[in-house]
């Protein structure tokens, strides 16, 4: 890993305002800049030290965080998958004219009472039609 002096600095300094030849970490419990001659630009040996590890540390919690958020999408896009195959077997459920088979025109030929849904079927069936077009929509762009 390729590390620059600026980064490794900004892990223990708070400004870049003295010359490279000097320490720029902040000492907190003396309340000063520590001001030694610099190993590295703005930076002696033990602050170098400090602030490799806390880059390592910060780099280690990055990745830590992606990884947790790829997990995490994962699991949604696998758990709105399963919720389209349920909505999709209650489509095909209630819906007489979604498989397109031979029942449609046995359907079409039922009586008219028989074949009009009720208006809450209607409303139920307009429901899953969208939240089936939601989560096609998701799938599609998380896929």
């Known amino acids: 890993m390729n590390i620059k002096d600026e980064d490794l ?3 223990v300094a708070l400004r870049l305002d003295r010359t490279p030849a000097q320490c720029a970490a902040w000492i907190e419990s003396a309340d000063r800049v520590c001001g030694r001659d610099a190993a590295r630009p703005w930076l ?3 602050h170098e030290t400090v602030a490799a590890r806390r880059l390592t540390k910060a780099l280690a919690d990055r990745e830590a965080r992606a990884e947790k958020s790829r997990a995490a999408r994962e699991e949604r896009r696998r758990n709105d998958q399963a919720r389209l195959e349920a909505v999709e077997a209650q489509l095909d459920r209630l819906d007489p004219f979604r498989d397109g088979t031979a029942a449609d025109r046995a359907a079409a030929c039922a009586p008219l009472s028989h074949r ?6 209607i409303a139920k069936l307009a429901r899953l039609h969208d939240e089936a077009d939601r989560l096609r929509a998701r799938l599609s762009v998380s896929g």
């Open 44 to 46: 002696c040996k033990r």
């Open 9 to 11: 600095a900004a892990m």
């Open 116 to 121: 009009l849904p009720s208006d809450s079927r």
